[in-house]
T-cell receptor, first 113, second 115 residues
């Protein structure tokens, strides 16, 4: 029961912005969009999350469409160390209780020199 | 400690033996997950501990798998009568959860090989 759809893979040139799309057309009003990444042989790393407003932190920006059916993770200046599998996840929150975090297949991003 | 610590980092065991995998979460973190990742595959959810609530065990693949979290801190994942298909990297993650949440911190994992 896949709640998100991401491209299997994408390449990005070093120094350029990497724009990673994610479709979540069945997202509910209480579900947040999360992004994690996993560099080879390491545990996943939290990147960013949001509900409906665009978010930015030191790692990336998250752009969520107004209807919340899709989002884009932006790595502003990709480096070789950004090569990883990127996971887009929707996760519900009801009152103060969070739903479990479930990972899909993700997008394999390769940053090339 | 500064991060999530898992031990052992590598474990080789014979088929049919029991194994225990340990996770030391970040101090004060109320939520803890166990996942496993087979070679070249995605992360498979196993179990989720959230504060004092009953754990969500819906991802445990069989009754050979169990987990506990003592005193709201250290967690142990136990696999009884191991099988070759149990070979995988077992990952633990913790977070301080509440109304505001800033993501999970993962450990480096335990690589389990069943021979």
């Amino acid at each position: 029961d896949a709640k998100t759809t991401q491209p299997t893979s994408m390449d990005c040139a070093e120094g350029r912005a990497a724009n990673l799309p994610c479709n979540h057309s069945t997202i509910s009003g209480n579900e947040y969009v999360y992004w994690y990444r996993q560099i080879h042989s390491q545990g996943p790393q939290y990147i960013i999350h949001g509900l409906k407003n665009n978010e930015t932190n030191e790692m990336a920006s998250l752009i969520i469409t107004e209807d919340r059916k899709s989002s884009t993770l932006i790595l502003p200046h990709a480096t070789l160390r950004d090569t990883a599998v990127y996971y887009c996840i929707v996760r519900p929150m009801t009152t103060d209780s969070w739903g479990k975090l479930q990972f899909g297949a993700g997008t394999q991003v390769v940053v090339t020199p | 400690g500064a991060g999530v610590s898992q031990s052992p980092s590598n474990k080789v065991t014979e088929k049919g033996k029991d194994v225990e995998l340990r996770c030391d979460p970040i101090s004060g973190h109320t939520a803890l997950y166990w996942y496993r990742q087979s070679l070249g595959q995605g992360l498979e959810f196993l179990i989720y501990f959230q504060g004092n609530s009953a754990p969500d065990k819906s991802g445990l693949p069989s009754d050979r798998f169990s987990a506990e979290r003592t005193g709201g801190s250290v967690s142990t994942l136990t696999i009884q009568r191991t099988q070759q298909e149990d070979s995988a990297v077992y990952l633990c993650a913790s977070s301080l959860e509440g109304r505001f949440h800033y993501g999970y911190t993962f450990g480096s994992g335990t690589r389990l090989t069943v021979v």
